[in-house]
């Protein structure tokens, strides 16, 4: 009987082992986790068994459900895709504070000592590591990657796979772009276009991002 507690990961390094270790922290049984590499994937997951490479779907149990536990925004839409219905719920670290007037979608990721506050929504196959504060009212759209110790200020817009890097910042109301990257340690006090990268205090695009978007135009 499928109890819902029950996951397989897609994804078998580094972030999969925190993700494995997360999930065990609230309830879920972790049985195994897809990889194409079989061997570097094997010696990240220590305890758990390797059950095919990750297009090999048909190998998770029909009593389990299924994680992207990748870095790449681009295969956690792939996979997530692919499972569908089969998607496991948010997977929260029994550390992490998260409101109950938040909204966190399936396959969304909250890491250990993260906050999510209130009203604050989480999209598909969100990244929020550890240690990272969203605050209330923001939005997190889907497939974007919060890091580890980053803050997003009340009412920011975070947009569909961003990636906010270490200890950075997001003033509030702030809107970062579509796949938009914010450098480690940088302060958003103004919107971010989409499609670049942005660095510094107030952060700024920089101009390899600037010349690319003017060529694109």
Known sequence: MNDGRTLVLL??????AVVAEAARTCGWTVV????????TAA??????????????LDRIPAAALGHAAVGDPTLRRRW????????????VHESAVVSPSARLAPGSFVGPRAVINARAVVGRGVIVN????????????????VAPGAVIGGSAVVGEQCVIGLNAAVLPG???????????????VAGVPDGV???????RPTEASRASTEAAL
């Open 11 to 16: 994804g078998g390094g580094g972030h999969g």
């Open 43 to 56: 010696a990240r997951l220590v305890g758990l068994e390797r059950l095919g490479a990750l297009d090999d």
């Open 80 to 91: 997530l895709d692919a499972l569908a219905a089969r998607t496991a719920g948010p997977i």
């Open 130 to 145: 550890s240690g990272a504060i969203i605050e209330h009212d923001c939005v997190l759209a889907d497939f974007c990657h």
């Open 197 to 203: 990268t942005a660095v510094g205090v107030p952060a």
């Open 32 to 39: 195994g986790y897809l990889d194409d590499a079989a061997q």
């Open 174 to 188: 702030v809107h970062i772009g579509a796949g938009s990257t914010l450098g480690a340690g940088s302060v958003a």
